[in-house]
C-alpha cells in the first residue's frame, strides 16, 4: 500500500462542515472556495452525500490539472469521508481519504491518497510511487495546507 498524507489544523472549522460540504457540493460552491484552482465538484450519480453515489473533481493542484471521477466508499459525518477512483466500469485501487478530529478550538484534518492492491496483486503497489514524485507530494501537500483555511473563511462568509 502507498500512501500520501498530508495533516492540517484549522481554527474555527469543524470536521461536520467539511463532511457537510464535500458530500453535497456544486460546482459554483467549488469554484468561489477557491477561484481558479477549483472547477468542478458535483455529484454525477446517485444522492449527494450518500455512499455509492459518484462525483466529479476537478481541480489544479500545483501546476497540475487533477480530474477525476470516484465513488463515496465511507461517509461519517465530522469524522471521515472516503472517495475511490473510478473509471465506467470498475474502481481503481486508489482512495481519497479525508479523516477529522474535532477539538474546542478546530479541526485536525488528515487527507490521504492511499494506493494500492489486496492480496495477490500487492507485488504491483511500487508501480504507484512512479506516479508521485516529489514535485507532486510537495504540491499536494501545499494544496492541502491552502484549501482549508480557504474553506473556514468561505464558510464564515457565506453564513455572514
Same mark, same amino acid.
Given at each position: 500500500m502507498f500512501s500520501?498524507? %498530508?495533516?492540517?489544523? !484549522?481554527?474555527?472549522?469543524?470536521?461536520?462542515?467539511? %463532511? =457537510?460540504?464535500?458530500? %453535497?457540493? =456544486?460546482? =459554483?460552491?467549488?469554484?468561489? +472556495?477557491?477561484?481558479?484552482?477549483?472547477?468542478?465538484?458535483?455529484?454525477? &450519480?446517485?444522492? *449527494?452525500? %450518500?455512499?455509492?453515489?459518484?462525483?466529479?473533481?476537478?481541480?489544479?493542484?500545483? =501546476?497540475? &490539472?487533477?480530474?477525476?471521477?470516484?465513488? !463515496?466508499?465511507?461517509?461519517? *459525518?465530522?469524522?471521515?469521508?472516503? +472517495?475511490?477512483?473510478?473509471?465506467p466500469l470498475f474502481r481503481l485501487p486508489v482512495k481519497l481519504a479525508l479523516r477529522f478530529q474535532d477539538d474546542d478550538t478546530g479541526v485536525q484534518i488528515e487527507q490521504s491518497i492511499e494506493a494500492g492492491f489486496q492480496g495477490a496483486g500487492e507485488f504491483l503497489d511500487p508501480v504507484f510511487k512512479l506516479f508521485c514524485p516529489e514535485s507532486v507530494a510537495r504540491a499536494k501537500e501545499e494544496h492541502v495546507r491552502a484549501e482549508f483555511p480557504r474553506l473556514r473563511d468561505f464558510l464564515r462568509q457565506e453564513a455572514g
Open positions: 500520501l498524507s %498530508t495533516r492540517v489544523y !484549522v481554527k474555527g472549522l469543524s470536521g461536520r462542515e467539511i %463532511t =457537510d460540504f464535500l458530500s %453535497t457540493c =456544486d460546482d =459554483d460552491s467549488f469554484q468561489r +472556495w477557491w477561484p481558479g484552482t477549483h472547477f468542478q465538484l458535483h455529484t454525477t &450519480r446517485g444522492v *449527494p452525500g %450518500t455512499i455509492g453515489s459518484r462525483i466529479l473533481l476537478d481541480e489544479m493542484v500545483g =501546476d497540475r &490539472r487533477v480530474k477525476m471521477t470516484c465513488e !463515496v466508499m465511507s461517509l461519517v *459525518p465530522g469524522q471521515q469521508l472516503v +472517495w475511490q477512483l473510478r473509471r
